[in-house]
């Protein structure tokens, strides 16, 4: 099983990006998804999760301006950014709870992708 991430790149405060995250290989069932970010000198902090039903939550400092979502068929979980500050700056992680059998589960990473947000 592999999550891949893509979608950071630099962009001006104010502006907009969007993370895409796909899981690949023997997958029986995706739990929960989850988007993490970790800025230099700083410790790794959740920014969003969603539940296989669709409950989201968020961070308090991202909330109102990210979004996070889901695609089950697709296997893919994406986060839109909105209204970027520079203090967003960080490395993106993507993460999921997933069973690669039925009688296993286990919680996999990203490799991480960086966003920058010049000020």
């Known amino acids: 099983v592999q999550l891949q991430a893509s979608g950071g790149g630099l962009v001006q405060a104010g502006g907009s990006l969007i993370l895409s995250c796909a899981a690949s290989g023997s997958i029986v069932r995706i739990n929960n998804m989850a988007w993490y970010r970790q800025a230099p000198g700083k410790q790794r902090e959740l920014v969003a999760m969603?539940?296989?039903?669709?409950?989201?939550n968020y961070a308090d400092s991202v909330k109102g301006r990210f979004t996070i979502s889901r695609d089950n068929a697709k296997r893919m979980e994406f986060l839109q950014m909105n209204s970027l500050k520079p203090e967003d700056t960080a490395v993106y992680y993507c993460?999921?709870?997933?069973?690669?059998?039925?009688?296993?589960?286990?919680?996999?990473w990203g490799q991480g992708t960086q966003v920058t947000v010049s000020s």
């Open positions: 969603i539940t296989s039903g669709g409950y989201t």
């Open positions: 993460n999921a709870v997933i069973q690669p059998s039925r009688a296993y589960i286990q919680d996999y």
